[in-house]
């Protein structure tokens, strides 16, 4: 896998499931945090000391938090993941800091993850002596292949098993039939966690980044997690489906924002949100199924309550048939579609 895709997902991973990421990380740190304020991703590029001869700096990731004591006290804390021996790497993470308490005067805490495969190669620290002037930069490293296999796979939190899944990446490099079961294993493992459908979809979302399979083994995967969702009934979202969820909510969702704008102020941005959401279900339902019946067409525009829009948008991506998906609205809705055409389905 290659070096910026990698830390791609790694970005996403920590986006997604923050506290649980520093959790892992940082678990002492994880403690004085106040979770209770959500941790805010901000831009990655640092700005100069001065004109002359600076080169940019972009940081991976770096996330306002509030602590729990002090004030309310605000503390940054740069993520650096690091994919490959670089002997100027303890360097570059002096001047990451440098730069960023310069820039932001606030409290800074600065974590290596180090993703490598060498485990003697271990910088936490840089340090830099001329002429009786002594400087010595400390930085927390953590190292991934430390992490216990057997612990990750026991705790609850899907961060966890997502780490696991970057291990397994790995381990599983050039064995495409390795790396199907283990990512079928953990997809599975994840559906008997008993995770609520968002969380399976931004799980299944980062396997399949982070586990990517040629496209014949990404087949046998859907038709693996197919057979499992027949055997035990549990939500599966299969990867055409997840793209056209992602493409519905997007292009469903803009296209209802921008009608609100266009209408204008509270009212016009509440209906534009309304007709967004509705939008969006029948994009995905057309993306699973092919074909979406005037009839519930009608049904789905008649839904009205943002909640329950929100809600249908996630249970359009699970339903196992349109009938399903139809009894899922609400009464008036369904029962008036009914009266008018008889069978929701009726007609194309």
Not at 140 to 146: E, G, I, N, P, T
Request: glycine share 6%; proline share 4%.
């Amino acid at each position: 896998m290659q070096s910026g895709l990698f830390d791609a997902w790694w970005k996403q991973l920590a986006q997604r499931f923050p506290e649980e990421f520093i959790g892992l990380l940082h678990p002492t740190l994880h403690t004085m945090i106040d979770w209770s304020v959500p941790p805010v991703f901000l831009d990655k590029e640092l700005q100069p000391v001065s004109s002359k001869r600076q080169r940019r700096l972009l940081v991976d990731m770096l996330i306002r938090v509030q602590l729990k004591s002090g004030g309310a006290q605000i503390v940054m804390i740069h993520i650096e993941v690091q994919a490959g021996r670089d002997r100027f790497f303890a360097e570059r993470m002096f001047r990451y800091f440098a730069r960023l308490y310069l820039q932001y005067d606030l409290p800074i805490v600065c974590i290596a993850l180090l993703v490598d495969r060498n485990p003697r190669w271990r910088p936490k620290q840089f340090a830099y002596e001329m002429a009786g002037c002594r400087l010595q930069f400390e930085f927390v490293s953590v190292k991934l292949r430390d992490f216990d296999r057997q612990m990750l796979e026991q705790n609850e939190s899907p961060c966890a098993l997502l780490f696991l899944a970057f291990l397994r990446a790995q381990e599983t490099e050039g064995n495409p039939d390795m790396r199907l079961e283990a990512r079928r294993h953990l997809a599975i493992l994840a559906r008997e966690r008993g995770y609520n459908e968002s969380i399976i979809v931004h799980m299944d979302e980062l396997l399949e980044g982070i586990m990517s399979l040629p496209e014949v083994f990404e087949q046998q995967y859907e038709q693996l997690l197919e057979e499992y969702k027949r055997e035990k009934q549990s939500p599966f979202i299969s990867a055409a489906e997840r793209i056209g969820l992602r493409q519905g909510l997007q292009q469903g969702l803009e296209q209802g924002l921008q009608q609100g704008l266009q209408q204008g102020l509270q009212q016009g941005l509440q209906q534009g949100l309304q007709q967004g959401l509705q939008q969006a279900i029948l994009n995905v339902l057309k993306a699973r199924f092919g074909r979406v019946s005037k009839a519930l067409q009608r049904a789905v525009t008649a839904v009205e309550d943002i909640e329950t829009l929100q809600k249908l948008s996630v249970q359009s991506a699970t339903v196992k048939s349109l009938d399903e998906f139809r009894r899922l609205l609400p009464q008036r809705t369904r029962s008036g579609t009914s009266a008018a055409s008889g069978s929701p389905d009726a007609s194309p």
